[in-house]
């Protein structure tokens, strides 16, 4: 099997590790020999139970684990020291096991697999996963035009340029990409495989939940999560219906997400926040009867695919979504999946709430939730599309240096 390796600056213990980097892995590890290089949180790390699971379940699938501590401090420092011991580590793993491929996710890995490219020739992925530096500015993290900035889109551009293959996780940032680099992406593909989900593991409850529960999971305090449009949410569907509860399901803090939600506790009881494992979520979301996804949009979100919505629509579950988040609300209106919410003022709410209780009121909404997750969001389908870029990448490289060799010296 062809040697590969799997780069990311996110930890395979989070969540996110565990419903968007080891599913894609399991697949392609039938293929391909897969070291797997992940940066994990020092809480994560603490959990004995998951950590063995964990590398039970790469053994199984004959991937090479090697887990690094993700160091978050100091700001700018640690993302710098990071970066060179990851180049450090690829490099190793290059010359140690005879790499063909490395799969970058995200920019920093795919910054140092492009200087680790420059070295070796071992052509790399650019799997983008969103417009990184136009999500930092949107949250206040980076300001538009510092050395930062310019230091971020110029790895950006050269990323773009040199990468054997990129991945993109919506067709909305394609377009704005190669209006932005037309130059760099001139003959270049980008393969669009939106973030999917394990459908196997997310799938519509058996019954009906007898309490109408608004749910809401994933983060909210990233800075890239709409909370006063949430907080607008629950009061009108308080107002409207009072048998209505809601669940928010986050690792964030309970009583800074509280805070934010309902200042005034006005709700009270009604409103639970919890913390759930990643293999709790299918049977959590089992209790919702509706899912809110209320993120900022603009220029920064346009590359965005919520991790969460592939999973509630799995679920068989309607969402409520604003525009401006890459490809959702065509989704959501195309398919029929829920109702989209045009700005944050108490009309919009109440129009969008009338929308809500007629689309439920449709028997076959959990099935045309479910059959568009498998169609757009499942795993299967996003293995094979990583599978073919793989091939193409590998196959082009094989053909690159033929060419050299009858070249000759």
Not at 38 to 62: F, I, L, M, N, P
Not at 101 to 107: K, P, T
Not at 131 to 154: C, D, Q, V
Request: net charge positive; aromatic share 6%; proline share 6%.
């Amino acid at each position: 099997m062809t040697p590969t390796l799997y780069l990311t600056r996110n930890g395979l213990l989070e969540p996110l590790g565990q419903s968007q980097v080891i599913p894609y892995l399991r697949g392609l590890s039938k293929d391909y020999a897969i070291t797997l290089i992940t940066y994990e949180k020092a809480e994560d790390w603490a959990d004995d139970e998951a950590v063995t699971q964990a590398r039970a379940d790469c053994s199984a699938h004959g991937i090479t684990w090697l887990p690094q501590v993700f160091r978050p401090h100091p700001k700018v420092i640690a993302p710098a020291l990071s970066m060179v011991r990851m180049a450090w580590l690829l490099r190793r793993e290059v010359r140690r096991r005879g790499i063909r491929l490395i799969h970058a996710r995200s920019y920093i890995p795919a910054a140092v697999a492009l200087a680790v490219h420059r070295i070796t020739g071992v052509p790399f992925i650019f799997d983008m996963r969103a417009l990184w530096p136009e999500e930092l500015i949107t949250a206040k993290r980076l300001k538009r035009g510092s050395w930062l900035h310019r230091f971020i889109t110029a790895a950006e551009r050269a990323c773009l340029k040199h990468a054997a293959g990129t991945v993109s996780l919506t067709e909305a940032a394609v377009g704005h990409l190669r209006q932005t680099y037309p130059q760099e992406l001139r003959g270049k593909e980008i393969t669009v495989i939106p973030t999917c989900a394990d459908l196997d593991r997310f799938r519509p409850a058996g019954e009906t939940p007898l309490t109408r529960v608004h749910g809401c999971i994933g983060t909210l305090l990233s800075g890239w999560f709409k909370t006063d449009w949430l907080r607008t949410w629950i009061q009108t569907a308080t107002e409207r219906d009072p048998a209505a509860c809601f669940e928010i399901l986050t690792r964030d803090d309970p009583q800074a997400v509280r805070t934010n939600i309902d200042p005034q506790k006005e709700i009270g009881e009604r409103l639970t926040i919890a913390s759930r494992k990643p293999a709790e979520m299918p049977a959590s979301l089992h209790a919702h009867t509706v899912s809110i996804l209320f993120f900022t949009g603009g220029l920064s979100k346009l590359g965005s695919s919520p991790t969460r919505m592939a999973e509630v629509l799995g679920s068989g579950l309607p969402v409520v979504a604003n525009r401006g988040v890459g490809d959702v609300a065509k989704i959501v209106e195309e398919h029929r999946v829920g109702v989209i919410v045009e700005d944050s003022s108490g009309e919009a709410m109440n129009e969008a709430f009338d929308g809500l209780r007629v689309l439920q009121a449709d028997p076959a909404l959990a099935k045309r939730c479910r059959a568009t997750a498998k169609a757009i969001f499942s795993l299967e389908a996003g293995t094979e599309r990583y599978s073919a870029l793989y091939k193409a990448c590998l196959s082009d490289q094989r053909a690159s240096v033929a060419l050299r060799n009858r070249r000759g010296p």
